[in-house]
């Protein structure tokens, strides 16, 4: 049979189409949530009806950060994706890339198209943002003259620093002419010249803090030339000027904060300093002291007056090494001369003779032989006490054993 196609071929065939459909690449469907099953995979089945149908749909887990509430039973939604086929069982669906709730629907889409917008043009990035100055004196003010944000604001900068000067540009933050008033007070106070400028109001629906997702007001805080802080609604409120700004602050108060010092921490900080800098001169002073201490030390050592005590001292090391030396030699020789006395008096003739020893001579000639000795010679016998003269009678010659 012509013109026979398979389950498969059928199925691609209408992929394609639905794939070609620029409309259904990018489609956002107006619905209440039914059959809604969050899978442990983190993936989101659904389904949106309304009065006579349904669409079945799905938001894969890589999506859902973009999801900023819990998906449930009833609700009102906007689903933003494309539409395709699921080649397995035939069948179309919705699958979800953004999903918001009905009512703020329109205004969220409006949101997120400018929010892309600026994006690309670069007005959002990090290159452009100003640095808050530290120590503000004059802080720029634009939102409502009445209501808790500029009182918030008020109370909070006086308690941080009573000394700044608050100037406020009394604009209309919500309704009809609100953008235009906004950005005529980030003029006037950008040309007055004040140090930082903080532009907000108190919280509210997405409707009433819309004039600060206008896309004039975004153009007004980049164009100017002073740093500002957006301080809008309260902390999960976001705008386009939280994104233009310099900074932003989560809520009035805190952008009170940011734009105005402490100064009782300043205050501290300071004593901190003037302690920190009490110890150094301290530190110092004391170190110079030892200097001068040392160099003092030292200029007495290289005086004249040292210098002769140095040599007298030498001097006097000297002459106690001389005279202990010399005491040393006398003492050595005293000691050997008393060695010498007692060795002569072991050879002292005297001694001998004290001992009944006697010297015989012969004209004043020791007599140590009989060599030379005769008869009738006359010689001389020294004893202890005297000298006998004596002649001889006969020599005998002995032989000694």
């Known amino acids: 049979m012509a013109n026979t196609y398979t389950v498969s071929q059928v199925n691609t065939y209408i992929k394609n189409m639905f794939a070609q459909d620029f409309f259904l690449k990018r489609?956002?469907?107006?619905g209440e949530v039914s059959n809604c099953k969050y899978h442990t995979s983190g993936h989101i089945y659904f389904t949106i009806k309304d009065e006579s149908t349904t669409l079945s749909c799905i938001m894969f887990a890589g999506k859902r950060k973009g999801l900023r509430f819990r998906l449930e039973e009833g609700q009102k939604v906007i689903v933003a994706g494309s539409i395709e086929i699921f080649e397995r069982n035939g069948k179309?669906?919705?699958?979800?890339s953004e999903i918001t709730l009905d009512g703020a629907g329109e205004l969220y889409l409006r949101f997120e198209a400018l929010k892309r917008e600026l994006a690309e043009m670069g007005m959002f990035a990090e290159e452009y943002k100003q640095p808050i100055p530290?120590?503000?004196?004059?802080?720029?003010?634009?939102?409502?003259?009445?209501?808790?944000a500029v009182r918030d604001i008020i109370q909070v900068s006086k308690r941080r620093n009573p000394y700044v000067q608050l100037i406020l540009y009394a604009a209309q933050v919500q309704g009809q002419g609100a953008k235009?008033?906004?950005?005529?007070?980030?003029?006037?106070?950008?040309?007055?010249?004040?140090?930082?400028?903080?532009?907000?109001?108190?919280g509210g629906s997405i409707e009433d803090l819309w004039a600060f997702n206008e896309e004039t007001v975004a153009r007004?805080?980049?164009?100017?030339?002073?740093?500002?802080?957006?301080?809008?609604?309260?902390?999960?409120?976001?705008?386009?000027a939280d994104y233009v700004a310099d900074l932003?602050?989560?809520?009035?108060?805190?952008?009170?904060?940011?734009?105005?010092?402490?100064?009782?921490?300043?205050?501290?900080?300071?004593?901190?300093?003037?302690e920190r800098l009490k110890r150094g001169l301290e530190q110092q002073v004391d170190l110079k002291r030892r200097q001068y201490e040392n160099y003092k030390l030292h200029l007495r050592a290289?005086?004249?007056?040292?210098?002769?005590r140095e040599k007298q001292m030498q001097l006097l090391g000297l002459e106690r090494r001389v005279q202990e030396g010399m005491q040393g030699y006398i003492e050595e020789y005293?000691?050997?001369?008393?060695?010498?006395?007692?060795?002569?008096?072991?050879?002292?003739?005297?001694?001998?003779?004290?001992?009944?020893?006697?010297?015989?001579?012969?004209?004043?000639?020791?007599?140590k032989s009989i060599e030379g000795i005769k008869k009738d010679d006359m010689l001389e016998i020294n004893v202890m006490d005297g000298i006998i003269q004596t002649k001889v009678v006969t020599v005998k010659k002995q032989k000694r054993v």
Not at 27 to 30: D, L, M, P
């Open 27 to 30: 489609v956002y469907v107006k």
């Open 92 to 96: 179309y669906q919705l699958y979800a």
């Open 134 to 148: 530290k120590y503000a004196k004059t802080v720029g003010i634009v939102t409502a003259a009445t209501g808790a």
């Open 180 to 202: 235009e008033s906004i950005v005529k007070g980030i003029q006037m106070l950008d040309a007055y010249g004040v140090d930082v400028m903080i532009v907000g109001r108190g």
């Open 220 to 240: 007004a805080i980049f164009d100017c030339s002073t740093p500002v802080i957006s301080a809008v609604g309260h902390e999960t409120d976001i705008t386009i």
């Open 248 to 274: 932003r602050a989560p809520t009035p108060s805190a952008g009170a904060e940011l734009a105005v010092c402490d100064m009782q921490e300043v205050f501290r900080q300071i004593q901190q300093y003037e």
């Open 302 to 308: 290289l005086s004249p007056e040292s210098k002769i």
């Open 334 to 367: 005293r000691h050997k001369l008393q060695l010498y006395i007692e060795r002569m008096k072991g050879l002292s003739p005297a001694a001998k003779l004290n001992q009944g020893y006697a010297f015989v001579a012969k004209d004043h000639k020791a007599v």
